[in-house]
């Protein structure tokens, strides 16, 4: 579990100027307000469409699949510069952090050549298909079936928190394609569903705050053909799980209320000496510290083909605490009976807060992140 | 790793494994200094690595100074490695003979005062200094202080001070000295070179955070053992849910302080690490203010008697965490300097910190 | 507890299962105050609980009308009923008729400016309050505020207020109120008895504290339930170690915010709780921070959805949390206090806090 | 699980007073300074028969058997006083409070009216042998066990963990008296050892500050006379429970490291004004206030004969934890870097945080006492 510390090389700290001035063009252009969760909350397919024209989308793919053939750790400092200001990255999010490598790892050739570029360029939007209302932390206990057909397969059952479903054009689906034996992780399969297909219905859940992003996905007789089974039928667990190692250890995983670190600054700034608020900070940036060097370093082995499922489940555990923690420091330091000038930091805030449950769900809970790395210790 | 390193690591670990047993930490706090360890310790040049061997010392990096350092922790130590290592930087700095012998330093750090006179055949030095490491074993103390021609460094022999026996939780020698007017000779004293007060804090703050690592990866590795080993309501208590999500909890403190401080001392070869020290100190004493708690409790009650080496580890880690600078100092001192930065400059202040290294 | 107290606690249940329903609650946060249940509450006498008959209340402590308001909060009752009862509070101790209808108060807590000017023939109230609790649906406002004769109180009517919409983390309004030159008779306005701002303050920490108290049961109850029903890896998630150890947090902060809720009640009841509303404050603080997480975290996430009640009562806890002051706010102050009480007198302090209470 | 608040009386404000100045002026005459987790650490026999001759230990118990008959409360208010002043109780800590209850429950006529009067003079003291090397929290997983003898029984095997043995009269041991069946609760009995019996010998276990409380005391064919026999034999699981659970709310539960608070706050008081500093005190103390009002109320229900047994724990489990947070509040508030003038701060905090890791683990672990909760809610 000791990881290297990674240096980044001239070139892709010139990446990560490139993105930070375009961010502050786009801030100040008005395009787009900082705010918390961006990743999951701020849906803006033009700005999507803006990054893939700058080759910010699928960077690290070959370019035949319409990438750019960067390093990992450019798409890493790209990454988390979008995620520090806050930016409205959640129409290209899971395709381009999930389905993109799924589909180069396993996809065929008629899926990479025709789907990768479209992705690439900001233009098509993937959700993912896991959850069911009865599984929870216990995926594969998932009862979503397809029946062989001919020429393809007859998809049943329904999906849920699939974030963005009823915007985005596929839905990569883990389901069962034969019945069940002892071994539950046997005879499960991904296959991609085209959202417009008849058959498929989409019922929004709303969040607490009034938000929908997560819906619920019925599947009736949906026929996909065989050319959009992702993969190769039966193996569906071990791709499925791969995919997931690969989103527990991302900037995303500590980031999503550092816009309001920003703000709470701001406010201390204007206060009279604040002892406490000083040291409240400085252990939030030691903690900001350490995370984002062990996912840079976590992103260095992904560079070098090794998969850290330990310290990646590390990182989303120890980060997702985290970006509770920014959360309770700012309301503890800016006192509630001052008024506060800052009207931002009150919707930061409160975005922050009413957010902050699922970051310790979402990817894995904390229960069984933590059981991951027993079992890396040895102790399981 | 480059292979010099590697050697470093593998002898200091051979040498750790063979002569720092559990009865050489306990016999240190009955007054034993093991001599042997020590000797074989400086027989492999380890007392001076980080010093060029053009500049008297073994070659290697400070970085590899520190790889020992941490190994030593790991074994909980009894001796003044981490100290003499950081007396010979010093020397080597200002021009002076490095040292083989047990060495500590006394700085104006600390709320201490330490003053260097000019006189007509030399110098006089005076003053005091409070928690000086094992300056009842030393054979030298080097003290740097202030002087009308600016800090000043010397080697003073410890039969010319005064020292009260202290120490710390983990029954470390933390001695008071005191030096009343000691003479010497020009050529013995020198100009410290950019080094300041401050530097030497820097520099103590980054060894205590090495050492908590090792001694965090210490009490991680018999946390893992115990729970696999203890048998409770039948079966080892590493397969109850609740041992294991505590371990879980461990192991991410481990992993945090290792990745802190290897980012701290990689900046600080690079000649660049203030920042990075100050959130590994706070990061690393965090860890240890989680971690012993979590360790102890695998252990119930056997870890906290003198009969289990995890004692020697966490009452090292209690103290190394407030030695230097608690967690609150630098967390201060790091927020003041965040919110000066200003708010639109946090993210690239955060991202600066790993931008400048020697790898 | 007495009989009378027994009954208006039974009826205060009823009421609310019958009427506070989940879809109730759901319909306020567009906009829907639940006329019905209000009607109920009030046709039942419990918005003037706590004054005596003589005065025109309904008699009972003011125990009583907490007991109300933590049942209250235990449905999520979207009605100002803490405010009404409170309010009545206000007008029955400066002589003032009592409100059957929602009523809001407003005064110079919190930054606010309301300032009384007596003129020839009557007075004029003219200033801005914030986070003002329902305004929009009062139909009396009680205000207290400053004028050259001391701090002054009377009933406003809300269409002579300019009213912003504005709402906390529950949607429960906290509308911010202007008023500008509101011209009253004599006899409308009253002299605050004894009563001022700052008892306003610890009146209104003590009520959510209360509230808070009932939103915490709510979320074990919902918690326990959930965990017994929620089938994972085959068997109820009740049945793993790692839930259960949840719960057992959870239980202590709702057994812990009970007690000092309890104690905080009795003193105040006595004339004399304000060290122990702070503790309360802060304390149930603590428990709604801790408390809001777990709950969330064993619900999954269908427990942050409106689909399921829970986030009924942790975005409740969330507000009321920082509403007349956060555990910062009165943790500092209690702080000082204890400060300035002086180490010697600490613990003569603590056992100060059950030493005077109305049972 | 809701408490009543308690309202002492003022009789037993009376009694807080008598024991204040007592204390007070033990304190002026350099009787004892105030320590941390004195319960476990401060043995003193002429302490112990002062408080006896005050008629403050065995105070609930009946005056035939040399008690007050005071109330529970009256005995509450005497323990906190002590505790809270870091008085040296430890030499007659478990017969008070354990022994003294037990013997008076299940103890024969023989044993009420030679040992209790000797307790509350404070001239016997007692060891309590639970657990073995072996057991930890699976306390009926024991192995010491009596044959049974002409006139009494034969005692083997060994007790570790063991306060004062090295300075107690008695052990009250928890033995096997017939073989294990597949109920592990059987067949426990509970014998009073005579700690100068032959057979006896006790070896220090030596605490990491070197200082030795704990022992191992090993039984070789040990004879207990019948008399000595407490209770029934047979019924050792269920005696011993009841005991354990008597032991679990105690303000020894969340004042051990009070006299550091104490010194925290004379430390505070002369510094600068340190807003960081108001604001942890006023959170400790509101802390320490519910907890002693929850410990209270359970001394309330223990008076009315109820036995709480999850509010207790949860006592216990909360006031443990409590303790140890006072130690690292008051570590981080002063800081490291500035020179203490206050000796007695420093050596209170070292106390402190080297007996911290006992806090959570003696009488029930938190694991341990968290299950015991989760089973009180029905949900184990």
Same mark, same amino acid.
């Given at each position: ?25 786009e ?12 990743w ?20 690290t793919?070959?370019k ?10 450019e ?13 409205p990255?959640?129409a290209?999010?899971?395709a ?5 490598? /799924? ?13 990768l ?8 939007f ?17 009862s ?15 999906k849920i ?19 069940k ?23 929004p ?19 996909v ?19 997931l ?13 550092f816009? =309001? ?6 406010? =201390? ?33 992904? *560079? ?6 330990i ?11 985290f ?8 309301? /503890? ?15 930061l ?13 979402r990817?894995?809970?904390? *229960? ?13 | ?37 020590? !000797?074989?310790?400086? !027989? ?23 790889t ?9 130590a009894?001796?003044?490695? &981490? ?10 700095? &200002?021009?002076?003979?490095?040292? %083989?012998?047990? +060495? ?6 600390n ?11 030399g ?40 020292? %009260?026996?202290? #120490? ?10 005191? $030096?009343?007017?000691?003479?010497l000779?020009?050529?013995?004293v ?13 520099r ?6 090495? #050492?908590m690592?090792?001694?965090l ?26 041992i #294991? ?11 945090? &302080?290792? +990745?802190i401080?290897?980012? &701290? ?9 203030? !920042? ?25 009650a $056997? ?18 965490r407030?030695e ?8 201060? !001192? ?26």
């Amino acid at each position: 579990m000791e990881l290297e510390t990674i240096q980044l090389s001239q070139k892709t700290e010139q990446v990560r100027h490139q993105v930070r001035n375009f961010l502050k063009e786009e801030m100040e252009a008005g395009t787009f307000i900082p705010q918390c969760d961006s990743w999951l909350s701020k849906w803006d397919p033009e700005f999507s469409r803006k990054l893939g024209q700058r080759g910010w989308l699928g960077m690290t793919w070959p370019k035949q699949y319409g990438g750019q053939e960067r390093t990992a750790l450019e798409r890493y400092v790209v990454t988390e510069e979008l995620l520090a200001f806050g930016s409205p990255v959640a129409a290209h999010w899971f395709a381009d952090r999930q389905t993109g490598p /799924l589909l180069l790892r396993y996809g065929n050739e008629k899926q990479k050549s025709e789907i990768l570029p479209r992705i690439a360029r900001g233009e098509v939007f993937f959700s993912i298909g896991l959850s069911e209302p009865n599984t929870g932390s216990d995926l594969a206990s998932i009862s979503t079936n397809a029946r062989k057909i001919d020429g393809g397969w007859l998809l049943n059952g329904s999906k849920i928190w699939t974030s963005g479903a009823h915007r985005s054009h596929y839905m990569v689906t883990l389901c069962r394609t034969s019945t069940k034996t002892d071994n539950r992780h046997e005879g499960l399969s991904q296959l991609m569903v085209d959202m417009s297909s008849s058959g498929v219905s989409v019922r929004p859940i709303h969040l607490m705050t009034g938000e929908h992003h997560f819906n619920e996905v019925f599947l009736e007789d949906v026929f996909v053909p065989d050319d959009m089974v992702v993969g190769t039928i039966g193996d569906g667990w071990k791709q499925s799980m791969a995919e997931l190692a690969f989103e527990r250890s991302g900037p995303e995983r500590f980031l999503s209320t550092f816009p =309001l670190l920003v703000e709470l600054i701001r406010v =201390l700034q204007q206060e009279t000496t604040n002892e406490g608020g000083f040291t409240a900070v400085g252990r939030l940036v030691a903690r900001l510290t350490t995370l984002r060097e062990m996912s840079l370093g976590v992103a260095g082995l992904l *560079e070098q083909g090794v998969s850290p499922d330990i310290t990646a489940a590390l990182v989303k555990d120890l980060g997702t605490q985290f970006e509770c923690q920014i959360a309770e420091v700012a309301r /503890l330091l800016v006192s509630s009976s001052t008024r506060v000038a800052n009207s931002r930091f009150k919707s930061l805030l409160a975005d922050a807060v009413l957010h902050s449950p699922g970051f310790t769900l979402r990817g894995g809970t904390t *229960e069984i992140l933590r059981g991951i790395i027993a079992r890396g210790v040895g102790i399981r | 790793m480059n292979d010099i390193s590697q050697i470093i690591k593998e002898t200091a670990e051979k040498i750790m494994e063979d002569l720092c047993t559990k009865q050489v930490v306990e016999d240190s706090e009955l007054g034993i200094l093991p001599r042997e360890l020590w !000797k074989t310790i400086v !027989k492999s040049g380890m007392a001076t690595v980080g010093v060029s061997e053009e500049a008297g010392g073994s070659g290697g990096s400070f970085a590899d100074a520190l790889t020992i350092l941490r190994i030593a922790a790991k074994f909980s130590a009894p001796i003044p490695i &981490a100290e003499t290592l950081m007396a010979n930087w010093v020397l080597s700095e &200002a021009g002076l003979p490095l040292m %083989e012998k047990p +060495t500590t330093i006394a700085s104006n750090n600390n709320g201490n005062k330490m003053m260097f006179i000019e006189i007509s055949d030399g110098w006089t030095i005076s003053g005091s200094a409070y928690d000086v490491p094992y300056a009842r074993y030393a054979e030298a103390v080097v003290v740097i202080g202030n002087s009308q021609q600016g800090n000043m460094v010397a080697i003073v022999n410890p039969r010319a001070c005064h020292i %009260e026996h202290e #120490q710390n939780l983990a029954g470390e020698a933390r001695d008071h000295l005191y $030096i009343n007017n000691v003479h010497l000779q020009g050529e013995a004293v020198s100009r410290v070179r950019e080094g300041n007060d401050n530097n030497l804090l820097y520099r103590g703050a980054l060894i205590r955070a090495v #050492q908590m690592t090792g001694a965090l990866e210490r009490i991680l590795e018999l946390s893992i053992a115990y729970s696999k080993e203890r048998i409770q309501f039948g079966r080892p208590i590493a397969k109850f849910q609740a041992i #294991q999500q505590q371990i879980a909890i461990l192991a991410g403190e481990v992993s945090s &302080a290792k +990745t802190i401080t290897n980012l &701290a001392v990689k900046s600080f070869e690079a000649g660049n690490g203030e !920042k990075q020290i100050m959130a590994a100190k706070i990061r690393v004493g965090e860890a240890a203010s989680l971690g012993a708690p979590i360790a102890h409790q695998i252990h119930g009650a $056997i870890g906290f008697t003198d009969e289990h080496s995890l004692q020697q580890s966490t009452r090292r880690l209690w103290s190394w965490r407030d030695e230097f600078g608690n967690e609150s100092y630098w967390a201060n !001192k790091l927020g003041n300097e965040v919110l000066n930065t200003g708010p639109d400059y946090l993210w690239p202040f955060v991202t600066s910190m790993n931008s400048e290294l020697v790898l």
